[in-house]
């Protein structure tokens, strides 16, 4: 994705205010081995780019003044209310040394597991994003979470993840859960009276038959 970045030569609140005024957006670019640049960017547009989420997951091409340089979006701000975008932050990336970034997880398969069709339950997603490490080249726009196999009292975990190849999941040490699925504690209940109401009804009926049933001569 390509992003357009205008040289930024004041600084300090009142600047950026002004910017802000003008449909501008502050934002800075750092890393690498130059030094940091100060920046505006379109605020219109950048609003709307945030809303993608490629923006967030993928290396950008910004350009300045003709001149192109590899980014990744690492940090934003909004206004408390309005839609106005405060501030981005940018750092570049070299092709060759890997990047670390949180990717956001995709569900798919919920509907045709054993837990859903079967049970009736409810799959819950423990993480949204997962912190990975790769070269620029790797990085995904998301990753994908099958839930086609999961049933009831199951879980999956990040070990469980089929990754993009060159992409390496960073848990510090731990197997973080992803997405568990259980039953609903009402829909448990209900199954619950339902099978005795069945039983009761199933006793009374033997009852019935045995008090009309003839006494054997």
Do not use: W
Not at 116 to 131: N, R, T, Y
Not at 203 to 217: G, L, V
């Amino acid at each position: 994705m390509k992003v357009i970045a205008f040289n930024r030569t004041l600084q300090g609140s009142g600047a950026s205010r002004r910017l802000r005024t003008s449909g501008q957006t502050p934002g800075i670019i750092y890393g690498g081995t130059e030094a940091p640049v100060m920046i505006s960017l379109d605020g219109n547009a950048l609003y709307h780019a945030l809303k993608k989420e490629a923006f967030h997951g993928s290396i950008l091409d910004l350009e300045i003044d003709g001149a192109t340089q590899a980014v990744m979006l690492r940090d934003f701000q909004m206004h408390a209310y309005k839609q106005l975008v405060m501030h981005a932050d940018f750092q570049r990336v070299d092709a060759k040394s890997k990047v670390h970034t949180k990717v956001t997880l995709h569900f798919v398969n919920a509907d045709v597991s054993p837990a859903v069709k079967l049970h009736g339950a409810i799959v819950s997603h423990v993480l949204a994003e997962l912190e990975i490490s790769c070269l620029p080249g790797d990085l995904p726009e998301f990753i994908e979470v099958d839930l086609a196999s999961i049933d009831v009292g199951h879980s999956i975990h990040v070990a469980d993840l089929t990754l993009p190849k060159g992409v390496t999941a960073i848990t510090h040490g731990s197997n973080l859960t992803v997405a568990t699925a259980a039953v609903p504690a009402g829909h448990v209940a209900a199954d619950a009276l339902e099978s005795a109401a069945a039983a009761a009804a199933s006793e009374a009926d033997a009852a019935a038959k045995a008090a009309t049933a003839k006494p054997k001569k």
